[in-house]
């Protein structure tokens, strides 16, 4: 719905020779020349209630107060090189934008905002990007100008991203504290060659990517309309900061296993996004130094599709029941493929998160943000790995080198099989590097060496004579799952056969070193002897936790990972249902693990959370 008449009418932006010097190429009597449309002010019903996202809802009144020019098309190569010659570099990069007259993307909203800026300055007119608000009134009252878009190129806002309320609002500015800035129009939501008029999306405004570019808006933008703040989550409302006094519930020698409970629970008032009941997965677990625990993980309706977000959800201390879950990170329709936190015991967390161009997970940028509060707030989202590729995708398997260096594990390649890499930071998270860019594909063969982690969704962890010891799924050694050592600090691998059965789709293992100096593997068997704690051999099926005390050479004692009593518990993702009892424990799911200062060791699958200490562990036997 939609009054006012707006107009049509072009203008120009001549840049004359006061520019000579600013840039090399717009020199002389050059001008640049843009088209612009005036679009008359105005009332329109914004977003939807009956299609579209549910960022998208619920449908509101906004009034466009002042008439506004914006250009009739996006920035082309030609013309925002003329701005940044150097951007020159990014043509053709994934075989788009190549020409002159192709639109301009894998420009980041600092350089759309900083273009705007130059080109008022070179004019004598203010630029700027449109507003969210301005951009859809636009696309409604004058569709063709949207025409040569495509069903390519969406357009970077003014706006911080944010949830729609049903107020009636007069040249609404967004979320001025958001992370995340707006972007409009693209392909996916569309039924023709247009886009979706409410076709709301967003991304981190560092980002560079192939399908996001420019409008132009000329003149001085609205007076901001009151200040709207991101409403807080459940994980990030009424957080103690006092530091807690870490005490075990058991001596440690005193064997310790608690009654496994759930921690990824969607609230149905949520789950038709920005969470989804259909597919959590893919967890990460930290402690806070007040005592709290800190789950995320994906929540989705399909892994590779853009609805995908993550979720959190905090265990208080002393509590025994996980909080409801809430949106922890979302970049609104592209796949946050995937996430995961690490406590550096130092009162620090970190969230390391994949940022996809759209859907899937095979262009992937690297992100982190920090916080020092436990948890309850995080600082803005900065890019660690731009290049979108393979590579970025993080595993919940963070470690402290001794001598410092923070080491991110990521999946090397979106497949099955082609291993894991490291990206490393000396300066706590400040810069990093990733050793294995530019070496060739390793060959996972017994004996030899190479620059990756042999297996995808790599487990890993330095032990303390410096070697760093990894495993992982896939890129199977002689039928077994594969062993990477390292001994330079993870530039380089040695592999060998694990005496551990290789694992399978919907299964990810977890290796931890100890407080006790042990190192802790959990995986999962279709089927291997185990010894019971009264010493009678068993076959027994699903997860299972090994111990190594020299390093990952021999791995003398195995435990399946149940306390004998039967229990149904629902394992979300691929790992549904499932009965728990003496001789089967969980069968699948993505494992993480942290372990808190009074030694309770915790696991999480993709639902499931368990707690034990390493004594329960050490009451199997030997493995015969």
Known sequence: MLTGMPRRLFAVVALAGAACG????LCGDERLVLPFAVVESGQMTMGENHQGGFDEKPAHTVRISQPFEITSRVVTNAEYERFDPAHKKWRGVTRISQRDDDPAVYVSWHDAVAFCRWLGQQAGVPCRLPTEAEWEFARRSQPQLFAQDGAVVENWCRDGYGPYTADALTDPSGYADSPIKVTRGGPWKSSDQLPHITNRLGNVPGDRNR????????????EPSPSKVVPSRRWQREVLQSPHQWKSPVPADQPWFAEPIPFAKIPAQLAGGPLYTQHNHCPGIAWCPNGDLLAVWYTTIEEWGREHAIAASRLRQGRDAWDAADLFWDVPDRNDHTSTIWSDHQGRLYHFNGLAVEGGWHDL?????????????????????????????????????????ICVPCDAVPGANGGSILHISKDGGRRWLLPSRGQPASQFTAGNTGARMAGIHAAVDQWTDGSIVAVGRGDAIRDRMPLSISRDGGVSWTYAPSPFPPIAGGQRAVLRRLRENVLMLVSFTSGSTFTSDTGAPFTGRGMFAALSEDGGKTWPLRKLLTDGKQRTLDGHAWTDRFTMDA??????????????????IHLISSGIHYRFNLAWLRLANRDP
Request: hydrophobic share 35%.
């Open 22 to 25: 600013f840039t090399t190429d």
């Open 211 to 222: 399908v996001v570019g420019i409008r132009v808006v000329r003149g001085h933008p609205p």
């Open 365 to 405: 940028a690297l992100l982190v943000r920090e916080s020092d509060d436990n948890g309850a707030s995080w600082t803005k989202p900065r890019i660690i790995a731009p290049q979108h590729g393979f590579g970025n995708m993080p595993i919940s398997s963070i470690f402290r080198r001794a001598d410092g260096a």
């Open 583 to 600: 001789t089967h424990a969980e069968p699948k799911g993505y494992l993480a693990a942290t372990q808190t200062p009074d030694g309770i």
